[in-house]
């Protein structure tokens, strides 16, 4: 049979907002090629797809969704054309090396196709893409994503008819992407990864880290703000180390790093919060975790009495938080507050309470008493007199505040967010995604002092055991990364974080998952990504460690996470219930509603209102929680 020109293509994305970024770069070159995108894959010429290799149940989806296509053309005179691309295709691909070298090819005839992935040469590049063949025979060739510029030259070379112009398209990077939604744009800003993390197989897909220069992004965000863009997403693999390979001379890793090796205080070591060092002994913090799970009944009263002022105030408390040689009651970094609260032994211990409170003034800190009977007889009074001290406190702070003598150092990410924020018009930037060992806090203040910057993050945890965190090769403790949740939530108590999490990874123990569970729990993650570790061919965990964790195992493991998750999300959730909040309307969910998400990212569902359409911000009351998902009402239209 012979092979019509393709005059349609349908493109099937599978895994994060870095593919579907990348899928949009192929819909632009395919459609400035003339080629028409279907959303049916039946009625497509061209079948790509965009595929993730974190899990092994994304390979499996993939080759599901072509053996369901293939029974669909089973007594079909057109069998599409089967493209791959994304993180299962491995190291070469075919572009550069490959069309350069026609004389090499090897046609393999399936219906009038030539397979050109297959090069017979004893110079070829090692192909891992030759595993997939090995699966199906239905796959007729593969790319890169970095080699989507090649995509018509590739088509051109299989059909034996010219596919698309001459003009010759830009790099990766510079190929621009197609917006598909006119309110959201996702924004490539850098690739590759350097860290190598045991179980990753990116850094072996992706290659090395490679960003766009800051201009390139800058006038890009203007291009789309300009067509009535109202939020973006800046990707990447990693995108706080934005830029490290170009400033490597302004890159001051024992400067910028988050938690800093200095000398220890006492028998402990510090902690980094926004004034400064806390010193601390590190014994007390398991005490100070036992005493957070068995609060007294006035602890409790004055607990959940600030909760309700930190929505008001955005002045948030720690529960027993190690100071020194002690366990404060209550502590607010922001306000540099201490609250305790005593019980009938005061009485006996006051010298002591005295000495206390002294030691803790030396550190710049405020301390008030107040006693377990007022809470419980006088809680008027008391709470007034909390207030208060707060009002004091926000005035000294004000006061005291030194005015900076010389510019910070700031690392080329934040220098980005900065120039982003100057852009008008503009109301909505996240980032994704992002590793705890690269966050530095001028990233991290960037979400209160950049406009536009939604108080939401993303990045990756993996484990709560330090351990399991080095077996990984993460380059990050479970304390480093508790630091950096505490000091958002200090600053906002609202603020959304979410993670990602493995299971049964090779050699887990039982004290291991205990210690996630611990993470889960303590750091009350707003959403999270729980997978169930699989090994990936060409990783270090793979070839180094066994699989030994059971399938039965990993399956018992992840069902006590996520139930963890769902009353984590569901609490976090239900802070936002009687609250003004502006949504994003993103689409219908088939059931007469509108959804859109929150700037803290919560997805809201609202009733349906044929005057609201898909793009508009709009101010909506939270009136319920159902399940996942919060319910709202309609307020008004924003501006």
Known sequence: ?????????????????????????????????????????????VVILNTCSVRQKGEDKVFGFMRELEKFHKWSDKIPL??????????????????????????????GVQKITRVDSSDALENYDDELFLRTQLIDFTFRIEEVSYLTQILTRICGEHIGNDAKFNEYLQVKQLQEN????????????????????????????????????????KRVVSEWTKEITLLGQNVNSYGKETKKKLWNEEEMRWVQNIASFGKGGAEVWGGGFL??????????????????????????????WDKLSGYHFLRQKPILDYIVDFYCDKLQLIIEIDGQSH???????????????????????IMNDDVMKNSDWVYNHILQVIQEQQSSALQAAPLEKEPRFTTPFR??????????????IRFTSSNPHDM???ILDAH?????MCPYLHFALQSGSNSMLKRMNRKHTYEDFKTQVDYLRSRDPLFSISTDIIVGFPWETEEEFQATIRAMQECQFDFAYIARYSPRSGTRATDSMEDDISAEEKARRWSILNDILRETVANRSRLLIGREEEILISGEDGDGNLSGRTRNFKEVYIPYDQNIKKGDLVKVKIVDLDGWVLRGEKVTWCK
């Open 440 to 442: 530095t806090k001028d």
């Open 347 to 369: 009485d006996q211990t006051q010298e002591y309470d005295q000495k206390r409170s002294e030691e803790l003034s030396t550190l710049g800190l405020r301390v008030i008493r």
């Open 82 to 111: 089967f493209g791959v691309t994304g993180c299962m295709v491995r190291k070469s691909g075919i572009a550069r090396k490959h069309l350069k070298r026609l004389k090499d090819i090897e046609d393999i005839k399936r219906s």
């Open 415 to 428: 220098d980005l967010l900065d120039a982003l924020g100057e852009i008008g018009w503009l109301d909505r």
């Open 448 to 452: 209160f002092e950049v406009p536009w």
């Open 182 to 221: 006119p309110a959201s744009a996702n924004i490539i800003i850098q690739t590759g990864c350097d860290n190598f993390c045991s179980f990753c197989i990116v850094p072996y897909t992706r290659g090395r880290e490679i960003s766009r220069s800051q201009d390139e992004i800058v006038q890009e965000v």
């Open 279 to 308: 010193p601390f002994r590190a014994d007390l913090k398991e005490k100070a975790r036992e005493l957070r799970k068995n609060m007294t009944g006035p602890e409790k009263k004055i607990w959940y009495e600030m909760l309700s």
């Open 1 to 45: 049979m012979k092979l019509i020109k393709p005059q349609t293509f349908y493109i099937k994305t599978f895994g994060c907002a870095m593919n579907y970024a990348d899928s949009e770069k192929v819909n632009m070159i395919l459609m400035s090629a003339w080629l028409r995108k279907v959303v049916d894959p039946t009625k497509a010429d």
